[in-house]
C-alpha cells in the first residue's frame, strides 16, 4: 500500500501568498482611519435616497439653526458642515451625552445635479437638501465658438 501525500505548494507561492495578505490588511486599517471622526467632533446621521425630485439628502441637526449649518458643493461631493456648541448647566453634569463642536459631511454624488436649483430645507431638527438630477446630455451637440486670429 502507498501513500501519497497531498502536493505542497511551493515556499514562494507561500510568501507571496503572505505579503498579499499584509498589503490587504494594510489596506484595510488606512480605509478605516479615514472614516473615523476626528476628535472634538461629531457626525450627524445623514440619509442619502433617489426620489422623483432627484437626490435627497437628510441629516439630522437638532437644535441647531440655519446660521450654524453652511451647505455646498466641492469636488462632485455635497458639503455640509456645522457647528453645535456646548450648553452651559448651572451646577455640575451627572451625564453629558449629546454631542457638540464642530462636524462636517461630504457626500459624493455619483449622478449629475443641477446645482442651480438645489434647495436646502432646515425645519424639525432635519436638513433636507434636494438636488434635481441633470439632464442627460449625452448625444446633444454643443458648438464651440470660433474665434478670429487678430491679423499680424
Not at 446630455?137 to 478670429?148: N, T, W, Y
Request: charge should be neutral.
Amino acid at each position: 500500500m502507498t501513500t501519497r501525500r497531498s502536493a505542497r505548494p511551493p515556499v514562494s507561492a507561500i510568501a507571496i501568498l503572505q505579503q498579499e495578505v499584509n498589503e490587504l490588511f494594510g489596506r484595510l486599517s488606512e480605509i478605516d482611519d479615514a472614516d473615523r471622526i476626528p476628535p472634538g467632533e461629531w457626525c450627524p446621521p445623514t440619509d442619502v435616497y433617489e426620489s422623483k425630485e432627484g437626490l435627497v439628502v437628510v441629516m439630522e441637526v437638532p437644535g441647531l439653526e440655519g446660521g450654524s449649518l453652511r451647505v455646498g458643493l466641492r469636488d462632485r461631493s455635497l458639503v455640509v458642515s456645522g457647528e453645535r456648541r456646548p450648553r452651559h448647566a448651572h451646577g455640575s453634569f451627572h451625564c453629558l451625552e449629546r454631542p457638540h463642536g464642530r462636524f462636517e459631511r461630504a457626500i459624493r454624488l455619483d449622478a449629475p445635479v443641477d446645482v442651480t436649483h438645489a434647495r436646502a430645507v432646515l425645519g424639525g431638527g432635519l436638513l433636507t437638501v434636494t438636488l434635481p438630477r441633470r439632464r442627460e446630455r449625452r448625444g446633444e451637440e454643443i458648438l464651440i465658438p470660433i474665434e478670429r486670429e487678430p491679423p499680424e
